[in-house]
T-cell receptor
Framework: AQSVTQLGSHVSVSEGALVLLRCNYS??????LFWYVQYPNQGLQLLLK??????LVKGINGFEAEFKKSETSFHLTKPSAHMSDAAEYFC?????????????FGTGTLLAVQP | EPEVTQTPSHQVTQMGQEVILRCVPI?????FYWYRQILGQKVEFLVS????????KSEIFDDQFSVERPDGSNFTLKIRSTKLEDSAMYFC?????????????FGPGTRLTVL
C-alpha cells in the first residue's frame, strides 16, 4: 500500500526566502509522485509530478522537486518565495496496479509568506 | 485551457435529505473520480468511474453514495440521505487514462454543509 507523510502542517517564510516543503512516501511499487497546490477557495492544481526518468522535476511558478529513492522523499522547493505562493500544498502518491489509479494525499502544508 | 467544472459551489442541506453534486469533466477524458476533504483533514478518495461503471470505491463510499454519468458530459455524485459527517468539500477529477502516471485534473469543488 502507498502512503505519504508531509512534515510540517504550517510553514512560514519571508518573501524572497527559500521554500522547502517536505514529503516522504511509502510505496511497494515504483512510485508516481505529485505535488498539488490549493489556493483559498479554489480546487487542486497540479504543480509538478514525477513518473520516471530525471529525478529533478520542474513545475509551474518556479517550483521544483527532487525524487530521492534512497530517502523515500519528494521535497518541494522554490528558491525565492513570493506573496502569491501562499496556499496549501499537497503531496500525493499514485496508487495503481489495481482496477484504477487513485491518489493518496498527505495532510497538506499551509505555506504563509511574510512581507 | 480545458477545465473541470462543478456545480453548485456551495450546497446547504438538512440531515436526511438527498443531494446531487454535479461535475463536467474535461471533454476527452475517460476516467472520473470523486474525492472529499473534510475541513482540516486530508483529501480522500471516494470512487473512480470508467466505461459507465465504478472501477474502485473506498470504504467511505457506502450504499448512501452513488455515481452516474447520465449523459455524455455530466458526472454526478448522489448522497441519498445526508448525515452531519458528510459535510465536506467534494472534488471531482478526471484523467485521460487510468494509468498511474496520468494527471488527474480537479474541479474547484462543492462545499456541502449538512445541518
Amino acid at each position: 500500500a502507498q502512503s505519504v507523510t508531509q512534515l510540517g502542517s504550517h510553514v512560514s517564510v519571508s518573501e524572497g526566502a527559500l521554500v522547502l516543503l517536505r514529503c516522504n512516501y511509502s510505496s511497494s511499487v515504483p512510485p508516481y509522485l505529485f505535488w498539488y497546490v490549493q489556493y483559498p477557495n479554489q480546487g487542486l492544481q497540479l504543480l509538478l509530478k514525477y513518473t520516471t526518468g530525471a529525478t529533478l522535476v520542474k513545475g509551474i511558478n518556479g517550483f521544483e522537486a527532487e525524487f530521492k529513492k534512497s530517502e523515500t522523499s519528494f521535497h518541494l522547493t522554490k528558491p525565492s518565495a513570493h506573496m502569491s505562493d501562499a496556499a496549501e500544498y499537497f503531496c500525493a502518491v499514485s496508487s495503481y496496479g489495481g482496477a484504477t489509479n487513485k491518489l493518496i494525499f498527505g495532510t497538506g502544508t499551509l505555506l504563509a509568506v511574510q512581507p | 485551457e480545458p477545465e473541470v467544472t462543478q456545480t453548485p459551489s456551495h450546497q446547504v442541506t438538512q440531515m436526511g435529505q438527498e443531494v446531487i453534486l454535479r461535475c463536467v469533466p474535461i471533454s476527452n477524458h475517460l476516467y472520473f473520480y470523486w474525492y472529499r476533504q473534510i475541513l482540516g483533514q486530508k483529501v480522500e478518495f471516494l470512487v473512480s468511474f470508467y466505461n459507465n461503471e465504478i472501477s474502485e470505491k473506498s470504504e467511505i463510499f457506502d450504499d448512501q453514495f452513488s455515481v452516474e454519468r447520465p449523459d455524455g458530459s455530466n458526472f454526478t455524485l448522489k448522497i441519498r440521505s445526508t448525515k452531519l459527517e458528510d459535510s465536506a468539500m467534494y472534488f471531482c477529477a478526471s484523467s485521460l487514462s487510468g494509468g498511474g502516471s496520468d494527471t488527474q485534473y480537479f474541479g474547484p469543488g462543492t462545499r456541502l454543509t449538512v445541518l
